[in-house]
């Protein structure tokens, strides 16, 4: 590869606000919260940053998402967009960004994204939500909700590699003790196989507990040079070594392989570009949006061989004294899912993991993450690795 | 959207790509669109062809003959227009012509529905301007 993004660009701070419950807190207000977090962490103001990266909130009239907020922020930057590929978004948010400061576009980016999915949606924005993500002539019309999609790939997965209801149920299982250490969690009282196994059919083969949850909440990032980051003093950056993407398809009835996705082709760009191997990460960021899409993506991340992630979770492989601890603050399904923005807390957990930070849940020596993000039914993947400067 | 309209099914609108595949539905008949430069078939009616770009497509019906290539049995409805389907099985049918399409089951229980179970096209017309295409189990299978 002759052009490379890596150790460029770091992140030099990371904030988010309250999630989970958050009723009488729009969207921006709550990217607001997640900023002023970032800002100090980062030790900077806002008239520091030159540019915005965000994700649009559903739950937000603004279209210009990242244009509104600036406003709303009383900033003028000189480089904004939004992007939008569903869940993949978040990890899409840092490869832009890191491309876009590299190539001199901007030097320092508020990376943001928040949303009020839980209190902020109208009844009528709600069904939208439900009903206007499918394709409407050749999807929509049989009643397939988004999870249903998701829920006909691990059911295929169940069929050709023989991966369990429990084995799934056990994503949910370990993700949830991930998040009873994690303050702020949305879900934190623990749950057990036959809790996830008996909490009522949502879609075959999910049921209600191996389902993400429905958050309000935001978060924050400030990105900018490794230059920079130096020049500040910047105690520990996180640079961001490499990046990858994938796009199979847009209707699941056209995606190549049910069972294998295009998480394969992004992280091997992403993992190219850092210079490592699955083998080399020491924590990772594993989008799980159901229990049943982070078993598939040990696979195509590398983690484990090709059918066998539910032995991989069950063998106690995705937690502490695992070969790769994942979602250590709990995840999609039990920190909190808040839509676009919801692998933005995947991020938060992975840069404090990897500045030491994370106390209880502190995954020892962790040098170098992954996060993945994913959405539209498998559609659209997104890859980022991040290290320390030890890694570079 | 208007609040009735929730509690309606959505209908697919046609535009300029579909148009005939949803009148020809009307008339009983499940249009592919077959490469003629390729021979790639396709479903999904667009005006080239996924495969190698060719725009010489032509319009066959389909045998209408297929199997489960994956499913899920919906027990949340996605809205209240599909609440009283519940629970119902959405199918993802692989045709023996080669694509594969969403559909959903009918005429059958859909805890019986399994991967692999060969289904047959059923034409529903489910107003007097659309025609939906569904699935039962294959006469003469199991």
New interface residues.
């Given amino acids: 590869m002759s052009r490379s993004l890596r150790g460029q660009t770091a992140i030099i701070g990371t904030g988010r606000s309250q999630v989970g419950r958050v009723p009488g807190r729009s969207p921006l207000l709550l990217a607001a919260d997640a900023t002023r977090a970032a800002l100090a962490d980062a030790g900077l103001r806002k008239t520091d940053l030159d540019g915005v990266l965000a994700c649009s909130a559903l739950a937000s009239p603004f279209h210009r998402f990242s244009v509104a907020f600036s406003e709303y922020l009383g900033i003028q930057p000189t480089f904004s967009n939004n992007l939008q590929v569903s869940g993949a978004t978040a990890a899409t948010l840092f490869n832009v960004a890191a491309a876009a400061i590299a190539g001199g576009l901007a030097e320092t980016i508020l990376v943001v994204g928040a949303d009020s999915l839980l209190t902020g949606l109208t009844?009528?924005l709600a069904?939208?939500s439900?009903?206007e993500s499918r394709d409407?002539?050749?999807?929509?019309?049989?009643?397939?909700?988004v999870?249903?999609t998701f829920?006909?790939?691990a059911?295929?997965h169940m069929?050709e590699y023989g991966t369990t209801a429990e084995q799934l149920a056990m994503v949910a299982v370990i993700e949830r003790a991930h998040a009873g250490r994690t303050p702020g969690a949305q879900m934190a009282a623990p749950i057990t196989v036959g809790d996830v196994l008996n909490s009522?059919?949502?879609?075959?083969?999910?049921h209600k507990l191996d389902c993400s949850l429905i958050s309000d909440g935001g978060a924050a990032f400030v990105v900018t040079s490794a230059e920079r980051a130096r020049a500040l003093g910047v105690a520990k950056p996180v640079y961001i070594l490499g990046g990858g993407e994938c796009y199979t398809h847009e209707?699941?009835?056209?995606m190549p392989s049910?069972t294998t996705t295009g998480a394969v082709q992004s992280s091997a760009k992403a993992y190219a570009m850092a210079g490592c191997a699955p083998a080399d990460i020491d924590v990772a960021g594993v989008y799980d949006c159901f229990t049943g899409t982070v078993i598939m993506m040990l696979e195509d991340l590398g983690f484990c061989p090709k059918g066998e992630g539910g032995r991989f979770v069950e063998d106690g492989q995705m937690t502490y004294g695992g070969a790769i601890p994942c979602n250590t603050h709990g995840g999609l399904l039990s920190f909190a899912h808040s839509g676009m923005p919801g692998s933005l807390f995947h991020f938060d957990e992975i840069v404090h993991q990897l500045r030491g930070e994370c106390g209880e849940r502190q995954v020892e020596g962790a040098e170098l993450a992954l996060v993945h993000s994913l959405g539209g039914g498998f559609a659209t993947q997104a890859t980022t690795i991040l290290g320390t400067a030890a890694t570079l | 959207m208007n609040p009735a309209d929730a509690l309606s099914k959505p209908l697919p609108a046609p535009d300029a790509d579909s148009a005939a595949l949803w009148a020809a539905m009307r008339e009983g008949r499940l249009l592919l669109q077959h490469c003629l430069a390729c021979g790639h078939v396709q479903y999904y009616q667009q005006g080239i062809c996924r495969a190698c770009g060719s725009d010489r497509l032509e319009h066959r019906a389909a045998s209408g003959r297929g199997h489960v290539h994956s499913y899920s049995v919906v027990h949340r409805a996605p809205g209240p227009a599909f609440k009283a389907d519940t629970p119902y099985a959405v199918l993802l049918v692989e045709l023996d012509e080669g694509p594969r399409m969403i559909s959903s089951l009918v005429d059958a229980d859909p805890s019986a529905v399994e991967i692999d179970m060969r289904v047959e096209l059923v034409f529903d017309q489910v107003t007097d301007q659309v025609t939906l295409p569904r699935f039962r189990p294959a006469s003469g299978a199991a």
């Fill in positions: 009844p009528d069904l939208r439900l009903t409407q002539q050749y999807e929509m019309p049989f009643g397939i909700p999870a249903n829920a006909m790939t059911l295929r069929h009522g059919w949502v879609t075959t083969p999910y209707h699941i009835f056209l049910l």
